[in-house]
Each structure stands twice: as structure tokens, then as C-alpha cells.
């Protein structure tokens, strides 16, 4: 097996081994790759015929995420499939059993070893019952539901004291996630007051000296000398003294995604920088800590206007080893298939967004949002939604749009946006119905309008699947209000460019504006000849 290489907060995090550790970190610091590995690695390995749990916020997360990064460094550290793991399906003959065998494998890593990892889902009921595990892996702990996993899982991480007490890995727990910007996934945050530095710093000097003491001992081997009896007696001493450091330790870091700058080159962070929302770099990549904008231009927007929408059957279909890239609507069970999609759309020359919406009864599902950046234009953007919806039986768009849609166009064509956007959609064999708004809803107009309907006091209430609008809900969550002389504005902040001749208009172009023409269409422009059958799926 060639060398494996660890950077540095990925290194200290397996060296500290603390019975609890919590790692904030940026996108691509390796958490799934060479912090979540390792230790669920390690648990299967040291504690052979145990029964962990990887805790998801969803079965697609788990599936797209999770399990893909996990495997893929198994293998590239020599682990093969069918002969040291298999994944959802029952252990083949040569496989040590389970001390406890779970009833289906389906959602089951199985270890030559007899240990066992359990899938646990969130959006799927039923996922931590009866279980009795010995470790825990949290992963994308901001979108996790705290309220949820400690009432159903952590009372399952109670182990097998008889079997691996000795342990101070048993019923370990290893919290994953970037910065969180909710109130409700902040919730492992807390546990940074919890560290002792006193103790991390104790045992970080054990281990060295543990270290220094078997050096020694290699060096008299290798000259032919006699080791002092003393010498391996104070090795034992000392390890099971950090044995017992590591069983109540609480190893609590925030590291920002440079940390793994060497492997990832200076022309990632830029590229992040200039793809991703500033919001989104700030958090996701940097991994700083911005404050909730509380009074903020969607102040009445609140995590029940949140849900996760997975279509289980469909997911389970695909097995463990597929293209991620492949995956599409028909994963989202919040989609009616036969309805037509709304669409609000906003238009730069940086960044263009489609935000995509079903009305259903009192309900706007927020199905799923996307935006290109920089040379992918328009046709690029259209595309993507086309490609995903692929399957969708009912190639309907009802495209909302104002007078920013109207007379401009960046360099895509002699056309304005509107036109683009229809001749791309029918292009690719869909039916376009055009709405037109009219002029742009003023700033406190729109936000009396979208905060009452948060509140439940219009037509449609706004909600938003998560897992399909990751950058569109922080965006909203974050937006704030600047003051002046003409009354109050949605603040764009760092987002704003300056304006050019083509573009004069109030708004500027981000995804939250995308998201207002869509609600403001459908809640004042409901097109009745379209309308939508009873149809959820939500959970």
C-alpha cells in the first residue's frame, strides 16, 4: 500500500483519539475522507463483532456523501469489497457473525471481523430503533435534528460494556460538520466549552513520551542491547494512563479548508471564492462564525419552513456503488411529476439563478434551486434544471418574470433574458408558460408580503426542501435590511457589483431575488389552468 498522507488537523484529531471529538471544519479538510475513515476504521478493527452507527441527516446525504467518501479511502488503503466489507447486503460465508446481527442488512456495512456499521438516517422513521451500538459517527451535524437524536439514537450508543470496556474508544462519538448559521444546527458548538485544554495538552505530552520511551527501546534492540525491564513496565503505565485520559476527554476544533492547502492548491480557494456565495465561502470554506440575522429581510422565516422530502424506494434502487452525478428528481419525493414546475429566475453577468417551486394546497415547496457562475450563461443554467428534470412526465415551466427580465442580456445573445430562457426551455422539448409581473415589487412591499406568508397570513406559506437548496437557504437566512431615506432595502452587501447600462434596476441579482419572484408569482399570479393536484410526499 503506497504512503497515506494526513494534514494536519486530520493527523491531530487520530493522535488525541478523545472519546468525543467534534471537527468544524471547511469543505474538501478531508472530514469523510481521513477523519470519518479512520475512525470508524478504527472502531471495527479494535472492537471486532461490534455495531456502530453513522448518523445522516439524510438517506441522500448518506448515500451521496457519507458512505461514497467512506469506502473510497477504505480502498485506497487496500480494503477490498467482498473480502474485508460488504455495504446493504448480507455478510457472505467467512464473515465473523455479529455479537448482536441486525435484522436486514440493507442499509448495513458488515466487517470480516463480525463488526457491523448501521445507516441511520433521520428522514427515515424507524432507523435507531432497538439498536445497541458502541460508537457513533455524526455526520453534517448543522443539518442534523438534535432534538431527534437525542431522544432515538444517543440512548442507543450504550455498548457492550462486557465485551470492550476496556476501551476508551467505546461508545466514542465523532461530531462532523462546517460552520453551522442556524440556531438549531449549532447545537454540538457547546461542546467547545466542554474541552479540557489541560487534559488535550496532557495527553499530547503521554503520547510523546510514550513515543521517545519506544524509540529508545527500538535503538537498544538495534544495537543488540538488553531493554530494562523498567523501560516496558513505564510504557504500560504510561499507556494506560492515556487509555483512561482519552475515555473522558473532549476534543473540540475549527479549522478553515486552507488547512489543507497543500493538496488542494491555491487555485481551489480562489475558484471557491469566486463560484460560491460570499455567505457560503465565509462559512463553508473559511469556516468562520457569522451572526443570524435576526432582524434580517426574511425575519419570520423559521426551521419549520424546512423539510426533507427523499424517495426512499427510488434511492434504494440505486444500490451503494452508482454515479453520484446521475441522480435527479426522481429522488425527491416532494416533486409531483404530472404538475408543471414554477420557476423565478434572476440574471448577471456573475451568477444566474433558477429557484424552482410546486404550489400544493396552502404549501410552496421550494423544490430545489441552481445557479451557474461566471462563462456558464443562461443556456447552461436551463440545461442543468432540463438534465435533472429529465424524467419529469409533465415538461411544463410556468416562468415567472419582471421587467428585469426584459430588455437587457449579457452577452448571450442579441435576445433579452426572457426570450433565452423560453427558447432554451423549448429547446429541450419543454413548454414554456411566461408570466409576466410587471415591474419589480418594491423593497418593503415584498417583505411584508414574504414575511406574512412565513407567517401564514397569505395565500401560500414558503417552505424549502434542504437538501436541494443549501446556498439559497443560507442566502435567505442571512439577508439583513439596510435604512434610508426612501424606507428600507433588502441589504446585498459584499454581493453587489456595480451597476452597468444594460442594468439599472433596484434589484440586484442573487438567489434570494430569484426566490421572491417565484413567491410573489405564484402567490398573486396563481395560474389556474396549471394548477396543481393535492400532491406532498414531505416529511
Not at 544495537?223 to 485520559?245: G, S, T, Y
Amino acid at each position: 500500500m503506497a504512503d497515506v498522507y494526513f494534514n494536519d488537523p486530520q493527523r491531530m484529531t487520530q493522535l488525541v483519539g478523545a472519546h468525543t471529538s467534534v471537527i468544524v471544519a471547511g469543505r474538501r479538510t478531508g472530514k469523510t475522507d481521513s477523519i470519518a475513515s479512520p475512525f470508524v476504521l478504527r472502531n471495527m478493527q479494535r472492537m471486532p463483532g461490534s455495531t456502530g452507527g453513522i448518523v445522516v441527516p439524510t438517506f441522500k446525504h448518506g448515500l451521496t456523501n457519507t458512505i461514497p467518501g467512506l469506502l473510497a479511502a477504505w480502498r485506497r488503503w487496500g480494503y477490498k469489497d467482498g473480502i474485508h466489507f460488504v455495504v446493504g447486503k448480507k455478510p457472505p460465508k467467512g464473515f465473523k457473525p455479529a455479537i448482536t446481527e441486525p435484522v436486514e442488512y440493507e442499509h448495513v456495512i458488515s466487517f470480516y471481523n463480525g463488526s457491523r456499521a448501521i445507516i441511520i438516517s433521520q428522514d427515515r422513521p424507524g432507523s435507531s430503533n432497538s439498536l445497541t451500538l458502541s460508537w457513533l459517527l455524526i455526520d453534517e451535524a448543522k443539518f442534523i435534528d438534535y432534538e431527534k437524536l437525542k431522544d432515538e439514537t444517543l440512548p442507543a450508543n450504550g455498548g457492550i460494556k462486557s465485551y470492550f470496556g476496556r476501551h476508551s474508544f467505546n461508545h466514542s462519538v465523532m461530531i462532523l460538520s462546517d460552520m453551522p448559521q442556524t440556531k438549531a444546527g449549532s447545537w454540538f458548538l457547546h461542546y467547545k466549552d466542554k474541552m479540557d485544554e489541560e487534559l488535550i495538552e496532557t495527553i499530547k505530552g503521554t503520547i510523546y513520551e510514550i513515543w521517545r520511551l519506544k524509540e529508545r527501546v527500538r535503538d537498544l534492540r538495534k544495537h543488540n542491547k538488553p531493554v530494562p525491564p523498567h523501560l516496558k513496565k513505564e510504557i504500560r503505565h504510561l499507556d494506560k494512563q492515556l487509555n483512561q485520559m482519552r475515555s473522558v476527554a473532549v476534543y473540540y476544533k475549527e479549522y478553515s479548508s486552507i488547512e489543507n492547502l497543500q493538496l488542494l492548491g491555491e487555485n481551489y480557494i480562489k475558484q471557491m471564492k469566486r463560484d460560491l456565495t460570499p455567505k457560503t465561502f465565509q462559512t463553508s470554506i473559511l469556516c468562520m462564525r457569522l451572526g443570524i440575522a435576526k432582524d434580517g429581510f426574511y425575519s419570520s422565516m423559521k426551521e419549520m419552513h424546512k423539510y426533507n422530502a427523499s424517495d426512499f424506494e427510488y434511492l434504494d434502487s440505486l444500490g451503494w456503488d452508482y454515479n453520484p452525478a446521475a441522480l435527479d428528481s426522481r429522488a425527491d419525493k416532494d416533486v409531483n411529476p404530472d404538475a408543471p414546475i414554477c420557476i423565478g429566475m434572476d440574471y448577471n453577468a456573475n451568477i444566474n439563478w433558477i429557484v424552482a417551486g410546486q404550489p400544493v394546497g396552502k404549501r410552496l415547496n421550494v423544490i430545489k434551486s441552481f445557479y451557474t457562475k461566471f462563462e456558464r450563461k443562461l443556456p447552461a443554467l436551463v440545461d442543468d434544471f432540463c438534465t435533472y428534470y429529465a424524467n419529469h412526465r409533465n415538461k411544463t415551466v410556468v416562468f415567472y418574470y419582471d421587467t428585469t427580465a426584459l430588455g437587457s442580456n449579457y452577452a448571450v445573445n442579441t435576445q433579452d433574458f426572457q426570450w433565452v430562457v423560453c427558447h432554451e426551455f423549448e429547446r429541450h422539448g419543454w413548454t414554456v408558460v411566461p408570466v409576466y409581473l410587471g415591474n419589480p415589487m418594491r423593497h418593503d412591499e415584498k417583505y411584508l408580503l414574504i414575511n406574512q406568508g412565513f407567517s401564514g397570513k397569505q395565500r401560500l406559506m414558503p417552505f424549502f426542501n434542504r437538501q436541494n437548496n443549501d446556498d439559497l437557504i443560507l442566502a435567505i437566512q442571512t439577508a439583513g435590511v439596510t435604512r434610508g431615506r426612501n424606507g428600507f432595502h433588502k441589504d446585498k452587501g459584499g454581493e453587489k457589483l456595480a451597476e452597468t447600462e444594460e442594468d439599472l434596476l433596484q434589484h440586484r441579482t442573487d438567489g434570494t431575488d430569484a426566490f421572491d419572484t417565484l413567491y410573489i408569482g405564484c402567490e398573486k399570479f396563481p395560474q389556474s389552468t396549471y394548477s396543481l393536484m393535492n400532491f406532498s410526499g414531505v416529511q
